[in-house]
């Protein structure tokens, strides 16, 4: 994204993507969440570099950033495979506990842009 583009919105999704690294391993070129948070960085520097960087601060201040996961790490490292690596290693409720914290993990890690 360049210009006027930088203004309008954007998107750092990836099909397939989890909390875990491993979940979507079946999918090629998927882009981890740790990929997609750094490219909300690079896309908040190019438009510091377009606009100046207190208006480029108020602008994603003013912003919906909505990070969504955790489905795929359930459907596809825990239920869609029978025996799968993951409900051999945990109960149910222990995975819960275990996403959870990985979830934070990441959050945590986002909290640097």
């Known amino acids: 994204m360049r210009g006027e583009n930088l203004l309008v919105s954007a998107n750092f999704a990836s099909t397939g993507v989890g909390i875990l690294n491993d979940t979507g391993v079946q999918l090629v070129n998927i882009i981890r969440i740790a990929q997609q948070l750094q490219n909300f960085q690079d896309y908040q520097q190019r ?28 459907v ?13 290693q945990f109960e149910i409720h222990d995975y819960v506990h275990f996403i959870i914290s990985e979830y934070k993990k990441v959050l945590y890690g986002a909290q640097e842009w």
Request: no cysteine; hydrophobic share 40%; net charge negative.
């Open 47 to 74: 438009l510091a570099a377009y606009v100046g960087e207190d208006a480029a601060r108020e602008r994603v201040s003013q912003s919906l950033v909505l990070i969504t996961l955790g489905g795929n790490d359930f």
């Open 76 to 88: 596809n490292n825990y239920y869609l495979v029978p025996f799968s690596a993951r409900s051999q």
